[in-house]
C-alpha cells in the first residue's frame, strides 16, 4: 500500500485529492493545523463518519511554518508522495497579510524541500503552483515556458515556491513537480473566494435570504476548471517516470460578468438588479485575464478536463441551493 501525505488536505483541492488517494488503495496522511474550532468538514465524510470511516486515513498535526514538525511527520510517516497544496491561498488577502503569506506559501515549501533533503527519502514531491504567477502575462495562451509576472504577495511567493522546487529537483536530484492550475473551482470552495460568493449569492437571493451581492472588477477573465478534475493531474505528475513541471487549464476564459450570468441566468435571475460594486474588493494591481495552454498535460500525462464551464457553474448552483434551502428550513435570518 503506497502512503502519500497531504498538506492542505482540509482544504478544496486536498480533500479531493484525498478522495482519488483513497479510491486508488493509498494510505492518507493529511497534515493539519491546530485551531480553536473544528476545520475539517471537507473531509468529515471520510475521517469523521462514525458509520463509514476509513481507516486508511490519518490526520496529523503540524505547520508549514515549523521545520521541526515536518522533519518529524516525514520520518514517522516515510510517505511515497508528497502533496504540498498548503498555503494561504486568497490573492486579495495577500495585500493584507504579505509576511504571514510568504511564511507560509513560500517558505512552507522550502521547509518541506528541505526536510525531504534531511531525511533522505525517496518521496515523489508535487508543488501546488499557481496561474497567478503569470499576473501580467507575456504572451496569451500561457504554457510552461511563459515568463511570470507576479501582481500580489500570494503570487510573489508561489514563484519562490516554483522555483525552489525545481532548484531542489536539480540540484539535489529529488523527484520534484511543478502542476501550474489555473482556477479550478467547487462547491467546497471557499465562500471568501468570487466563484463561491457568486453561488451563495445567488441561491440565497433566490429563496430571499440575501437581497444584494457585492464583487470589485467584473472584467476580469479567467481560465475555470473543475477541481475534482484537477487533482487527478496532480496524481499523474508523480506516476511518471520522470519529474516535469505541467499547466494544467481548460484553454478557454471567461469573465466574472460570465459567471454571474451563468448562475443567475440558470435560477431565472437577471444579475444587474442585485449585483452592485465595491472598490474595497479590488486588487491594489489587478490580473486582467488568464488562459492556459494545457497542450502537455494532454500529451504527457493524458490528462483533459472532463467538466465544461456552464457544467461546473451549474454544480455548484444546484449545490449551494441545497444549502440555502437547509438554512431557509433551519430559519436562518436573512441578510438586511
Same mark, same amino acid.
Given at each position: 500500500?503506497? $502512503?502519500? +501525505?497531504?498538506?492542505?488536505?482540509?482544504?478544496?483541492?486536498?480533500?479531493?485529492?484525498?478522495?482519488?488517494?483513497?479510491?486508488?488503495? &493509498?494510505?492518507?496522511?493529511?497534515?493539519?493545523?491546530?485551531?480553536?474550532?473544528?476545520?475539517?468538514?471537507?473531509?468529515?465524510?471520510?475521517?469523521?463518519?462514525?458509520?463509514?470511516?476509513?481507516?486508511?486515513?490519518?490526520?496529523?498535526?503540524?505547520? +508549514?511554518?515549523?521545520?521541526?514538525? %515536518?522533519?518529524?511527520?516525514?520520518?514517522?510517516?516515510?510517505?511515497?508522495?508528497? &502533496?504540498?497544496?498548503?498555503?494561504?491561498?486568497?490573492?486579495?488577502?495577500?495585500?493584507?497579510?504579505?509576511?504571514?503569506?510568504?511564511?507560509?506559501?513560500?517558505?512552507?515549501?522550502?521547509?518541506?524541500?528541505?526536510?525531504?533533503?534531511?531525511?533522505? %527519502?525517496?518521496?515523489?514531491?508535487?508543488?501546488?503552483?499557481?496561474?497567478?504567477?503569470?499576473? @501580467?502575462?507575456?504572451?496569451?495562451?500561457?504554457?510552461?515556458?511563459?515568463?511570470?509576472?507576479?501582481?500580489?504577495?500570494?503570487?510573489?511567493?508561489?514563484?519562490?515556491?516554483? @522555483?525552489?522546487?525545481?532548484?531542489?529537483?536539480?540540484?539535489?536530484?529529488?523527484?520534484?513537480?511543478?502542476?501550474? +492550475?489555473?482556477?479550478?473551482?467547487?462547491?467546497?470552495?471557499?465562500?471568501?473566494?468570487?466563484?463561491? $460568493?457568486?453561488?451563495?449569492?445567488?441561491?440565497?437571493? *433566490?429563496?430571499?435570504?440575501? $437581497?444584494? +451581492?457585492? %464583487?470589485?472588477?467584473?472584467?476580469?477573465?479567467? !481560465?475555470?476548471?473543475?477541481? $475534482?478534475?484537477?487533482?487527478?493531474?496532480?496524481?499523474?505528475?508523480?506516476?511518471?517516470?520522470?519529474?516535469?513541471?505541467?499547466?494544467?487549464?481548460?484553454?478557454?476564459?471567461?469573465? =466574472?460578468?460570465?459567471?454571474?450570468?451563468?448562475?443567475?441566468?440558470?435560477?431565472? %435571475?437577471? &444579475?444587474? !438588479?442585485?449585483?452592485?460594486?465595491?472598490?474595497?474588493?479590488?486588487?491594489?494591481?489587478?490580473?486582467?485575464?488568464? =488562459?492556459?495552454?494545457?497542450?502537455?498535460?494532454?500529451?504527457?500525462?493524458? @490528462?483533459?478536463?472532463?467538466?465544461?464551464? *456552464?457544467?461546473?457553474?451549474?454544480?455548484?448552483?444546484?449545490?449551494?441551493?441545497?444549502?440555502?434551502?437547509?438554512?431557509?428550513?433551519?430559519?436562518?435570518?436573512?441578510?438586511?
Amino acid at each position: 500500500m503506497k $502512503k502519500a +501525505l497531504v498538506t492542505g488536505i482540509t482544504g478544496q483541492d486536498g480533500s479531493y485529492l484525498a478522495e482519488l488517494l483513497l479510491s486508488k488503495g &493509498y494510505e492518507v496522511y493529511g497534515l493539519i493545523r491546530r485551531s480553536s474550532t473544528v476545520n475539517t468538514s471537507r473531509i468529515a465524510h471520510l475521517c469523521c463518519d462514525p458509520d463509514t470511516p476509513d481507516a486508511r486515513l490519518h490526520l496529523l498535526y503540524g505547520d +508549514l511554518t515549523d521545520s521541526a514538525t %515536518l522533519t518529524d511527520v516525514l520520518a514517522t510517516v516515510q510517505p511515497d508522495e508528497i &502533496y504540498n497544496l498548503g498555503a494561504q491561498s486568497h490573492v486579495r488577502v495577500s495585500f493584507d497579510t504579505p509576511i504571514h503569506t510568504a511564511d507560509v506559501t513560500a517558505m512552507g515549501a522550502l521547509r518541506m524541500l528541505e526536510a525531504l533533503r534531511d531525511t533522505g %527519502l525517496p518521496a515523489k514531491f508535487y508543488q501546488a503552483s499557481s496561474s497567478e504567477m503569470f499576473g @501580467w502575462a507575456r504572451e496569451t495562451p500561457q504554457r510552461e515556458t511563459t515568463p511570470f509576472y507576479p501582481r500580489s504577495p500570494y503570487a510573489v511567493s508561489k514563484v519562490f515556491a516554483y @522555483w525552489i522546487t525545481v532548484n531542489y529537483r536539480e540540484a539535489y536530484n529529488l523527484f520534484a513537480c511543478n502542476g501550474i +492550475l489555473f482556477n479550478h473551482e467547487s462547491p467546497r470552495r471557499g465562500e471568501t473566494f468570487v466563484t463561491r $460568493k457568486i453561488t451563495r449569492a445567488a441561491t440565497r437571493i *433566490k429563496l430571499g435570504l440575501q $437581497k444584494e +451581492l457585492y %464583487l470589485g472588477n467584473l472584467e476580469a477573465r479567467r !481560465d475555470w476548471g473543475y477541481a $475534482k478534475d484537477y487533482v487527478e493531474a496532480m496524481w499523474l505528475m508523480l506516476q511518471q517516470e520522470k519529474p516535469d513541471d505541467y499547466v494544467v487549464a481548460t484553454g478557454e476564459t471567461h469573465s =466574472v460578468r460570465d459567471f454571474l450570468e451563468e448562475a443567475f441566468g440558470y435560477l431565472d %435571475l437577471d &444579475y444587474r !438588479d442585485f449585483v452592485r460594486i465595491d472598490p474595497r474588493f479590488r486588487r491594489p494591481t489587478e490580473v486582467d485575464s488568464v =488562459v492556459g495552454d494545457a497542450t502537455k498535460a494532454r500529451t504527457v500525462l493524458g @490528462w483533459k478536463p472532463r467538466v465544461t464551464f *456552464k457544467e461546473l457553474v451549474r454544480l455548484m448552483v444546484d449545490a449551494d441551493m441545497e444549502l440555502a434551502e437547509r438554512e431557509k428550513r433551519e430559519g436562518i435570518e436573512p441578510l438586511p
